[in-house]
């Protein structure tokens, strides 16, 4: 019999040497997630199978391989050049996320008639065929459309490339936030929820609750359960004090926004004058 055991751990980046020495003692092998606690969008034009299969599925699990959380979107109406639209139910799901990945195709003209579907306001990276094209979005060559999967030497590359440029902007992201971070992280919300609702363990989904950069998505019905997830309490606060919780775009699950540091000690401040 053999039993493998995946444990996801964060630490200080000063204590990473010894937790490789430990996991020597029991065979074990240390792989650093750089996406851990983001949810990426990888939005194909359609769900067409000229569109969807292969190339954005393989990408999908690549992310997972780094630590994110990724949801497959296709388009309703990505389809065409001059016709292609991105929907405003869609372009408000997408930008639930931390950052989108758009997977196109094998033409340079087609992407670059379609980049008003990338409008969209959070970071964004683009997949393609072409090696190189001149478009005002991150882009990543050699992931054109495939009728087989990525395993060739240049697509695992190409694969490699797309998770540095998206680390890099996910890192971007981070700096930012670091400036005003949220009030409490959302990895600490999480575990409050976890403790607080015990309906979260009958939820069938392999991550009941996905973190985000600045928040979470609970995937538990809005309607029914958004007034116990506003009484949950995150140290000296009520979780409806410190955050935006709001319905989700999919599947009416709840989304949970933290408020930054400043903004909440200004409210309070407000309050108490």
Do not use: W
């Not at 008639?113 to 959070?122: E, N």
């Not at 030497?153 to 998770?163: D, H, Q, S, T, Y």
């Not at 919300?189 to 069938?204: A, N």
Request: hydrophobic letters at 35%; one cysteine or more.
């Amino acid at each position: 019999m053999q039993l493998d055991v995946y444990m996801t751990l964060a630490i200080p980046q000063n204590e990473l040497e010894n937790i490789k020495e430990e996991a020597k003692k029991y065979k074990g092998k240390i792989i650093e997630t750089p996406l851990a606690g983001t949810e990426i969008a990888v939005v194909a034009p359609s769900l067409s199978r000229h569109h969807l299969p292969h190339t954005a599925c393989d990408i999908s699990e690549y992310l997972r391989r780094f630590g994110a959380k990724p949801n497959m979107i296709g388009l309703a109406r990505g389809v065409g050049k001059d016709i292609a639209q991105l929907r405003e139910k869609e372009k408000r799901l997408i930008e639930e996320h931390d950052l989108a990945v758009y997977v196109m195709g094998n033409f340079e003209a087609c992407i670059k008639d379609k980049t008003h579907l990338f409008d969209v306001d959070i970071p964004v990276v683009v997949t393609g065929g072409p090696e190189k094209i001149d478009i005002p979005y991150p882009y990543v060559g050699n992931l054109g459309r495939r009728s087989h999967r990525l395993r060739h030497g240049e697509e695992i590359r190409a694969l490699r490339k797309m998770v540095d440029v998206i680390t890099e902007l996910i890192n971007e992201r981070r700096r930012e936030l670091s400036y005003d971070p949220p009030i409490v992280p959302p990895v600490v919300v999480k575990d409050e929820i976890e403790k607080q609702v015990e309906e979260v363990y009958s939820i069938l989904s392999p991550m009941p609750i996905v973190t985000q950069l600045d928040g979470l998505r609970v995937k538990l019905d809005y309607d029914k359960y958004v007034d116990k997830i506003r009484e949950v309490k995150v140290k000296n606060y009520k979780l409806e004090d410190i955050a935006d919780i709001k319905r989700s775009v999919m599947k009416n699950y709840i989304l949970i926004k933290i408020k930054p540091k400043s903004e909440v000690e200004f409210e309070m401040h407000k309050n108490k004058a």
